[in-house]
């Protein structure tokens, strides 16, 4: 903008005035605001508003949510590290006022020494600004401390307060208020689990090699579900063209573009996967000579000298379809665990011939217990036919993505046989684990020596005086190759046995295989996969 005003000085025929000087609602000083401008299709709250804008109106609406939504979390990480910091300087000075040799410490009186007048009233000022910024976001059931929830445990308490149709539309809208959020009334020890929830041994044990998510520290996450869709299948249903080059940078590269009144919307296929790109016509221009060459050049300067070629065949569009729904991850197998009290062994967890009724509830909760022997749905590999891995199973769809569970309990036990290979077969090849803790000692890692494994969820059961369990508390753990994933574990990480449970269980699941997917071990094989599908594609039609 400086240098748009310094511009203007020097060339009196173009004029430019400098962008208007705003006042900052919080400070009172001036300052030139970076905030997006909003979107001129306002807020989308229906199917049908949706369906009277145009695709450039949508794209832009959605890029203005994004930047929205990126500045939001930023804010409450920052906030929230500064509310750390105080509580630090808490604690410090009331060490130092306790170690004091003038000062003799009465009985129930350590409350009144933590109400220093200054941070005191620092603290309550920044509390009361979050609390009024951020009340939208933050659900009722969990205000009991002042922590960040991710945008990603938003989105999943708005899908189960709205449909799923006005959901897809407009999840990321951040025009939502609190009466619109569903308030869990069914915590009946949440506030004493919330003051004890810090003095509980952790959960799991550290770890060379390992990365653990307790809820103590915010980190960065990366929604992998919002990426993981069928773009071919859904935005290039109507008039495109296809072209194929060989001399990329990937080698083989396949690109599908459509068009809309304003842009190209450009499918980008190679071996490290599949991107979108917008591009303005006026960049490109009318001629067809150097259309490709203009095209991609606006993409990268290295595709604008590729050779590329214009299939015209109708066939493509179907192998493109085909090749899609094969890369396309919606089917997951993932590992239940379950260990007792004391077991501290592989060996012992894999002999459990029986889990506990909070476990056999917890199984409830993840999906429907089904037969195997003559199942036609995904079997993860798990046999259908001869029951030689067991009669039952737990499978659940969520959303457009379809689970079997391995549950180490279910698999058939074999007594002449102390480490259960048969079962360690199955889990130990899952990528994803999960580990139910009936038992007070945490988990390690370690624990279970497999090369797959990558993102271990650990879930234990909390109990009431009355021995009833009423909550779960759930850590995770990633090999350190694995990049973080949402939605992030919240601070305290103690969640009801009700569907909001549910909902960010599944999601965490699902992330968490497709995070892994991008880590070393798996990266090369699959970059391999489709590298080989992809040249199959180009010799067939070029």
């Not at 203005?64 to 804010?75: A, C, D």
């Not at 729904?325 to 993932?334: A, I, L, S």
């Not at 077991?343 to 195997?372: A, H, I, K, T, Y």
């Amino acid at each position: 903008e400086n240098q748009g005003v310094k511009d203007s000085q020097q060339s009196p025929r173009s004029p430019r005035r400098p962008a208007p000087v705003r006042k900052s609602v919080a400070t009172g000083s001036s300052s030139k605001s970076n905030t997006p401008r909003s979107p001129r299709t306002g807020i989308i709250t229906s199917p049908a508003q949706l369906e009277k804008l145009s695709t450039e109106q949508i794209f832009e609406y959605i890029q203005s949510l994004h930047h929205q939504i990126v500045q939001l979390e930023g804010s409450i990480i920052e906030k929230d590290s500064t509310i750390t910091k105080l509580q630090q300087t808490y604690r410090t000075r009331l060490e130092e006022i306790k170690k004091s040799p003038r000062l003799v410490m009465q009985e129930n009186s350590e409350d009144d020494f933590e109400n220093d007048p200054v941070l005191e009233e620092q603290l309550s000022k920044l509390l009361n600004e979050e609390e009024q910024s951020l009340t939208f976001i933050r659900p009722p059931h969990l205000r009991v401390q002042h922590r960040s929830i991710s945008y990603d445990d938003f989105r999943g308490i708005i899908c189960e307060s709205e449909s799923e149709e006005t959901y897809n539309v407009s999840c990321t809208s951040l025009s939502v208020s609190a009466d619109q959020v569903t308030t869990n009334t069914s915590y009946p020890h949440l506030e004493e689990l919330m003051r004890e929830w810090e003095t509980l041994p952790d959960l799991i044990l550290s770890c060379g090699g390992f990365d653990i998510e307790s809820g103590y520290f915010p980190g960065d996450s990366v929604d992998f579900m919002a990426t993981n869709k069928l773009y071919y299948q859904t935005y290039f249903k109507g008039e495109h063209i296809n072209m194929i080059s060989r001399d990329t940078q990937w080698k083989t590269a396949i690109a599908s573009i459509a068009k809309d009144t304003f842009h190209y919307r450009i499918l980008l296929r190679s071996k490290v996967g599949d991107s979108i790109h917008l591009v303005e016509k006026s960049k490109v221009g009318k001629g067809l000579r150097s259309f490709a060459r203009k095209l991609f050049k606006n993409i990268s300067p290295a595709l604008a000298s590729c050779k590329w070629t214009t299939v015209a065949d109708e066939n493509l569009r179907s192998d493109l379809l085909k090749f899609e729904e094969q890369m396309f991850h919606h089917k997951f197998k993932v590992g239940v665990l379950y260990a007792k009290e004391g077991q501290r062994s592989e060996e012992e967890m894999f002999c459990n011939q029986s889990g506990s009724p909070d476990f056999e509830e917890f199984l409830e909760l993840l999906g429907e217990r089904v037969e195997l022997e003559g199942w036609n749905g995904f079997a993860g590999g798990l046999d259908t036919k001869t029951k030689t891995t067991g009669t039952h199973s737990i499978h659940s769809k969520y959303q457009d993505y379809e689970i079997m569970f391995h549950v180490s309990t279910m698999l058939p036990f074999y007594p002449a046989d102390p480490q259960q290979v048969e079962r360690k077969r199955h889990l130990g090849n899952d990528i994803v684990l999960i580990v139910f803790l009936d038992s007070r000692s945490p988990y390690k890692p370690t624990i279970i020596s497999s090369n797959f494994i990558h993102s271990t969820i650990v879930v234990q059961p909390l109990r009431d005086t009355d021995g009833n369990t009423t909550h779960f508390r759930v850590w995770c753990v990633n090999k350190d190759t694995v990049q973080g994933f949402a939605p992030l574990i919240p601070k305290p990480p103690i969640f009801a046995k009700d569907k909001l449970f549910r909902d960010f269980l599944f999601r965490k699941i699902i992330n968490a295989e497709l995070a892994c997917y991008k880590s070393e071990q798996f990266v090369q094989k699959l970059q391999n996969t489709r590298e080989a599908y992809l040249n199959d594609i180009a010799k067939k039609y070029t």
